[in-house]
């Protein structure tokens, strides 16, 4: 039987405005004196931003104290997988010529370290970070487990490889007396670091969500801390002299990696980097340069195009 046109279905869409394509449409078109405004007003605001920035990062005080060479002789010592097990501290003294007013902060800095090895980004356990099993060890290699099998918690390279140089700060108060520098542990990390990526178990009882594991190796005191600001340090820390007193434990001189001891004071943008101000500056920057090179281009056609010299040709 043959089939005539009739008795085929139609493929035409239907007679709607969403399938016809007679919505209401707006297209934007911008002319060159607004997307020169435009441009123009992004390099204030990012220039503007990059200065009160930098002038905010200037406003803050830091103090850097590289100790590598000075406890070279405890490196020797510590780094000797002989000597592994032996103490040693080194002191080092140095001089505030002004006070840190206001929250002062101590923290490490390395230098030569990189933690991008991939075996070490995949030695941990997001269940464990996330306090949800404690014993979840399996994907921590080669720190699951201890010598005796004993879970690791928090397991993993990662973990492990906490810095683990502990350093105390003391302030000469006269010539004769030494008193060690009140310092927080508390106040130090991102709300989403301690409630959101890294929680303790759900349990009232820490002590007891913890038992059965074991810490990892290289773990003893931490060093992150703030200043207490009580006694003779409630304005900050005064201009003096001090000393750090640093028990040896984190190498890095079979890395030749660097580390130093920072003390340094917050504003409301952050501490005493540049980067972000220069960020902006440079963004700032460069729109302007293309705004100016774009303004160029243009006013060079628009004197072209609207030339009495130019003909119309038939």
């Not at 220069?278 to 963004?283: K, N, S």
Request: hydrophobic letters at 35%.
């Amino acid at each position: 039987m043959k089939r005539t046109p009739q008795d085929c279905p139609s493929r035409l869409p239907e007679n709607t405005a969403v399938k016809q394509q007679q919505l209401p449409a707006c297209r934007l078109q911008l002319s060159a004196t607004g997307i020169l405004s435009g441009f123009f007003a992004t390099g204030v605001f990012c220039l503007g931003m990059g200065v009160i920035l930098i002038l905010s990062a200037k406003s803050s005080t830091e103090i850097e104290i590289n100790y590598t060479k000075i406890c070279a002789s405890c490196a020797k010592l510590r780094e000797n997988a002989r000597n592994f097990d032996k103490e040693c501290t080194c002191s080092i003294p140095f001089h505030l010529t002004q006070t840190m007013r206001g929250n002062v902060y101590m923290y490490y800095k390395l230098y030569g370290f990189y933690q991008n090895l991939h075996g070490y980004l995949l030695s941990r356990s997001n269940s464990q970070l996330l306090g949800t099993d404690v014993k979840d060890v399996e994907t921590c290699a080669p720190f699951s487990k201890s010598h005796d099998g004993t879970p690791i918690a928090p397991c993993g390279a990662i973990a492990n490889s906490l810095f683990n140089d502990t350093i105390i700060l003391s302030y000469k108060l006269n010539s004769s007396v030494h008193i060690q520098v009140p310092m927080l542990r508390s106040g130090i990390t991102w709300w989403t670091d301690k409630y959101v990526k890294f929680r303790n178990p759900s349990s009232s009882n820490l002590s007891s969500a913890f038992a059965g594991t074991t810490k990892p190796p290289s773990w003893p005191k931490p060093l992150y801390r703030r200043l207490s600001r009580t006694q003779h340090f409630i304005e900050g820390l005064p201009a003096g002299n001090y000393s750090f007193n640093v028990s040896y434990n984190f190498p890095v001189t079979r890395f030749q990696g660097e580390k130093s001891v920072v003390l340094s004071t917050l504003t409301w943008s952050g501490g005493h980097s540049l980067f972000l101000g220069l960020a902006y500056t440079v963004t700032g920057a460069m729109t302007w340069l293309a705004a100016f090179s774009m303004m160029a281009v243009h006013l060079k056609l628009k004197g072209k195009r609207f030339s009495p010299d130019d003909k119309v040709k038939l």
